[in-house]
């Protein structure tokens, strides 16, 4: 398979963070990919997913623990203060634990869905096959793009995690007695798996577009009533290219129905990690916005406290953005069948021609009943309207979490002034 030369580089780090079960073959007879099962690469799998799940099962017993003492040394330290610390230890807390459990997701689902991400790859070998067939499509310059779409994708990103990830490493180590670093390598290791399956996503997400486009393309220059430039036309030459234009619409139809089939083992092999993923971004939005109005509460517009908010923005920054990248990039594909539905009824048609009618009604009502839509495993689409619902609730939690704080600082004063 091409597109999995393509896509080589990205699935070879795959393989090494254990998001990528499948080894990748080279028959001599091809210049292609085959992928062939690798017992190896799932015990290591299965190795990592067993290693990571007890440590987090350690560290949930271990954090919970360590927090409840050194609450208690504080208590006997500053009083009434500790209610502004313990309540952000807690948040952070379950952002930590959210983002191993975003973690074990991903490793398992890896495992679990094996079979549908080489399903993925089968289907699209069949589509180019198809688009290269069928439609004349020159799919081998679509696979050059995609490379270098991928590897620059890919570098903004790493560069976005490197920035963000060594801001807020060098915030915190100014903070006096810090214990940050420690926190920072068991949330950092995770992170980075979890920002991988992300562009795991995005990379399938982009080929499902970049096929849609070439179906629109198609079909913006598809006439079925063919005029032809002479004075007058040849009835002969007229009925072989409406049949040729015929063709290339059942050859559109049938790769549009491959494509919504695509759609639907993409959202097989990451829907449980989109479900995961955007929770977890979501705690660690909703963590930060405490955090920063912890700091604002505190803040006595000294440098120091300046460089702590900003921290705790530039924290928030890689979740807002692979939530933002996401939805944009699942709403965009999806609108894709819209346009494909407005330029089928742009087509030159003879109206009076019973097999033309037929033809776009019967892909008119293929459109309509075959939605392309990405799912986080049922539980919600993946669109812009993701983007309102998340900033609702982390405004409806932030609003909860500053009334506990409000409320434990009152009952906190009260207690120390008696």
């Not at 990592?48 to 623990?65: D, K, M, N, P, R």
């Not at 912890?294 to 924290?315: C, G, K, M, T, Y």
Request: net charge neutral; glycine share 6%.
């Amino acid at each position: 398979m091409d597109t999995l030369r393509a896509l080589e580089l990205v699935h070879r780090v795959c393989q090494v963070c254990n998001l990528w079960p499948w080894r990748l073959a080279a028959p001599p007879d091809t210049e292609g990919l085959l992928l062939r099962r690798s017992r190896w690469l799932e015990l290591y799998g299965w190795t990592v997913l067993t290693v990571a799940s007890g440590f987090t099962a350690y560290g949930l017993f271990q954090e919970s623990s360590g927090q409840k003492q050194q609450q208690q040394e504080q208590e006997e330290e500053e009083g009434a203060e500790t209610t502004i610390t313990s309540i952000g230890h807690t948040v952070d807390f379950i952002q930590l634990v959210g983002m191993r459990v975003a973690h074990l997701a991903a490793l398992l689902e890896a495992l679990w869905q094996r079979q549908a991400q080489r399903e993925f790859f089968v289907e699209l070998d069949e589509i180019d096959r198809q688009l290269s067939k069928a439609l004349r499509v020159d799919v081998a310059a679509g696979r050059l793009l995609m490379r270098r779409q991928t590897t620059r994708w890919a570098v903004w990103i790493l560069w976005g995690y490197v920035v963000s990830q060594s801001l807020i490493l060098g915030a915190k180590l100014l903070a006096p007695g810090h214990r940050f670093p420690i926190y920072w390598i068991y949330y950092l290791l995770p992170l980075l798996v979890c920002g991988l399956r992300y562009f795991q996503i995005f990379t399938a997400v982009q080929i499902v577009r970049q096929r849609l486009d070439v179906i629109l393309v198609a079909l913006q220059h598809l006439q079925l009533q063919q005029k032809s430039p002479g004075l007058e036309p040849v009835p002969e030459e007229q009925a072989e290219l409406e049949q040729v234009a015929m063709d290339r619409l059942v050859a559109v139809r049938l790769v549009y129905q491959r494509v919504w089939a695509l759609v639907a083992l993409l959202n097989r092999c990451y829907g449980i990690s989109m479900l995961m993923q955007v929770g977890n971004d979501f705690l660690a939005i909703t963590s930060n916005c405490y955090w920063m109005f912890l700091n604002f509460r505190q803040s006595a517009a000294s440098p120091f406290d300046i460089l702590q908010i900003v921290a705790s923005a530039v924290w928030s920054a890689p979740h807002l953005g692979n939530v933002l990248v996401l939805s944009l990039l699942c709403d965009r594909t999806a609108q894709c069948a819209t346009r494909l539905a407005l330029c089928l009824h742009q087509v030159n048609v003879d109206l009076g021609n019973e097999c033309h009618n037929a033809l776009i009604t019967q892909f008119s009502l293929q459109l309509l009943h075959q939605r392309l839509h990405f799912s986080a495993a049922g539980f919600f689409n993946v669109d812009c309207t993701l983007l309102y619902t998340i900033v609702g609730a982390t405004t409806t939690y932030l609003i909860i979490l500053i009334q506990f704080h409000m409320s434990e600082s009152t009952m906190g004063s009260r207690s120390t002034g008696e």
